[in-house]
């Protein structure tokens, strides 16, 4: 009668531990980053807000405000043409034309573009216009700042951002950077505060905040150690974790990898068996007992 062979653990876990690693491996890297969301491609979008162009300009005489044009004629969606424009400040809507004349004042204004399509999908964008006079604002090139000529500061909010919650979670963080903004004379110290709908959100150069789903525009103000000050604005878009695709893809790829981690743990046990089969006359050697 022939007996069936026993392998050591420590051999069978030789055989089975790429399957199992793979898996482990995948399901690491499936775990969301912990810092920020999911980048979303403005590839992967079907429609796309565009406001035109950042604006600087200076008010003449006893002006304290001006009429502004703005254009959003260079927005398109991929599924039909453009059902809707609304632009809005603060929130509160301005204007709902593709190209309104809108009156502003003096300071940093930064105005939403928030487009539709026939078919529902919706985009958002934004725009930063300054006003300013002489001897309030100083212009240096297509931007404004307060100061003399010699004391410029220039904002630079960094580009548009497009996250996905990461899954189970209800807000993303983001991370701001105004790394970029610089003053004239350079090596002065400045001094950074961020807003949204012109409430305090964060200070310094790359603060991280944390967002909920929806749009967000936020304007930067740098100030250095002279009192010139100047402004600039980033859109950051938050959707929900579905929307990315992302958490699905991996939640897909470990399915498969363990389902692939489980046959190979069949089929390891199987060509165990069949190889003590082949070898009966071996010295059976048996495991101990669990107590």
Not at 48 to 68: C, F, K, Q, R, Y
Not at 188 to 196: D, G, P, T, V
Not at 211 to 229: D, F, M, S, T, W
Not at 263 to 289: D, E, F, I, N
Request: aromatic residues 4%; proline residues 5%.
């Amino acid at each position: 009668m022939s007996t069936k062979r026993r392998y050591p653990r420590s051999q069978v876990a030789r055989r089975l531990a790429v399957p199992f690693s793979l898996a482990l491996l995948v399901g690491v890297m499936g775990q969301p980053a912990e810092l920020r969301g999911v980048v979303i491609s403005e590839d992967d979008k079907l429609i796309v807000a565009n406001p035109g162009s950042d604006l600087s300009e200076e008010l003449i005489g006893t002006a304290i405000g001006a009429i502004v044009t703005l254009d959003g004629l260079a927005s398109y969606s991929l599924e039909g043409p453009i059902a809707t424009y609304c632009w809005r400040i603060d929130g509160e809507e301005i204007a709902n034309t593709a190209k309104p004349k809108v009156t502003l004042g003096l300071g940093f204004h930064v105005i939403e573009l928030y487009v539709t399509d026939e078919l529902g999908n919706s985009d958002t964008d934004c725009v930063t216009i300054e006003l300013y006079k002489e001897g309030i604002g100083t212009p240096l090139g297509n931007n404004g700042a307060t100061g003399t000529p010699d004391q410029h500061v220039i904002a630079v909010a960094g580009p548009d951002q497009k996250l996905a919650m990461s899954a189970g979670r209800t807000t993303a963080k983001v991370q701001l950077d105004a790394s970029l903004s610089f003053s004239n004379p350079l090596g002065q110290q400045l001094f950074y505060s961020w807003k949204e709908r012109d409430a305090n959100i964060a200070t310094g150069a790359t603060p991280v905040v944390e967002l909920a789903e929806g749009y967000h525009p936020i304007l930067l103000e740098v100030r250095n150690e002279e009192g010139a000050l100047h402004g600039d604005s980033v859109m950051v878009t938050i959707s929900a974790c579905q929307d990315c695709g992302f958490c699905g893809g991996m939640a897909g790829m470990v399915l498969v990898v363990g389902l692939t981690a489980i046959g190979g743990l069949r089929m390891g046990v199987r060509r165990l068996g069949r190889r003590a089969h082949r070898r009966p006359g071996r010295p059976t050697r048996s495991l101990p007992s669990s107590p």
